[in-house]
């Protein structure tokens, strides 16, 4: 999901989202403890994901627009 689009949703669409990706990030550590991720990157990109959410919420919180 692209910055663009984060920022159009709402408060709870950001949160429900982020809990979605905590669960996808446990998932991908998961499988690569066990050996089964083909691709480590995707652990890079969620947790990427989960600073921008992060990140838009902060701002919001602080009245912060840009």
């Known amino acids: 999901m692209r910055i663009t689009e984060m920022r159009e949703l ?3 669409e ?3 989202e982020l809990n979605n990706l905590k669960e996808k990030l ?4 998961f499988q690569l403890e066990l ?3 083909k691709n480590s990157s995707s652990i890079k ?3 990427k994901d989960i600073a921008r959410i992060k ?3 902060k701002e ?7």
């Open 45 to 47: 990109q969620v947790k």
């Open 10 to 12: 709402t408060d709870e």
């Open 26 to 29: 446990f998932q991908l550590r």
């Open 35 to 37: 050996g089964q991720l």
């Open 55 to 57: 990140t838009i919420l």
């Open 60 to 66: 919001r919180e602080l009245g912060i627009r840009r």
């Open 14 to 16: 950001l949160n429900q």
